[in-house]
């Protein structure tokens, strides 16, 4: 390839350099290929250049508030969710729930008071805590729980049906009746036994030895095939109570209360709409 002696520019065969006129040397391609890589390149600084440079603190923390609360998060759950649906941040000190006063609002729930729920924050950073307080609603507000201990009268949701659990006037030592709040249907439970709870569960093979009952509900699509169990557990001592345990459930158990402290993700139910509690 025919190249200028002095300036190192291309040229025409046989023909002069344009630019100085000098003499015209012939290099092959791998000299021009040794001689380009010899020349000193110029390198273009970009942002991203720039910003992989930076070094990475692994131990860094992600920033918090320093003088004030966090602020914890309300979803009001997509019907079949238990994370998607409407975000309200609770910036204030008292937010309420209900059907037609209040900060949240749904209405088009019937089991829904008209004032149903609140959620309180008590005390002043950094030892505040945040409480859920039914606001004496007429069909009660309910947490979702892995496990809760039977107290004579409590109610539950199980599936789609309600259910209030009955005791003597001798807990733990008697029978017990669980019964389903709309329609009147009960199951009778005898001490000593552990009962499963679902649409259709299955027991041990040994079932004598290990005192196993089923309580069968297949007319609710809503429980799981082997959703609860319920069995007696030692209480200071010699006593005997009742706990119901979730079964890894799809619908979950679910507990009324009164209030509840909300230390952590926390789901509760307000009539038909399902609630998560829950910090950023």
């Known amino acids: 390839m025919p190249t200028c002696q002095s300036c190192q520019i291309w040229v025409a065969e046989k023909q002069p350099c344009s630019r100085c006129g000098g003499r015209v ?14 020349k000193p390149k110029v390198l273009q600084t970009t942002s991203q250049s720039r910003s992989d440079s930076v070094a990475v603190d692994d131990e860094v923390v992600p920033w918090r508030p320093q ?8 979803i ?34 019937p089991d829904i008071s008209s004032l149903h729920v609140a959620i309180e924050r008590t005390g002043e950073y950094p030892s505040h805590r945040f409480r859920l307080r039914d606001l004496e609603s007429t069909n009660g507000t309910f947490v979702r729980q892995e496990s809760v201990p039977l107290l004579h009268d409590r109610e539950l949701i199980l599936g ?8 003597t006037n001798s807990p733990g030592r008697s029978g017990a009746t669980l019964l389903r709040v709309d329609d009147g249907w009960k199951f009778e439970l005898q001490p000593g036994r552990v009962y499963h709870v679902g649409r259709r569960v299955m027991t041990s093979n040994n079932t004598q030895s290990r005192n196993e009952s ?56 307000c009539g038909e709409q399902r609630f998560l509690f829950r910090y950023p």
């Open 76 to 109: 009001v759950l997509d019907d079949g969710s238990r994370t998607q649906g409407e975000v309200v941040r609770l910036r204030s000190k008292v937010t309420e729930i209900g059907r037609v006063k209040g900060n949240i609002v749904i209405p088009q729930d």
């Open 25 to 38: 040397i012939e290099m092959t391609l791998d000299e021009l290929g040794q001689e380009q890589s010899t």
């Open 214 to 269: 089923r309580i069968e509900i297949q007319d609710d699509p809503f429980l799981s095939l082997h959703h609860a169990t319920i069995e007696q557990r030692d209480k200071e001592g010699h006593r005997l109570a009742w706990d119901i345990s979730d079964h890894a459930s799809v619908n979950g158990l679910w507990c009324r209360v009164q209030e509840a402290w909300l230390d952590g993700p926390t789901e509760f139910v």
């Open 160 to 167: 789609s049906r309600r259910y209030r659990w009955l005791e």
């Open 67 to 74: 003088l004030r609360c966090a602020t914890p998060l309300l």
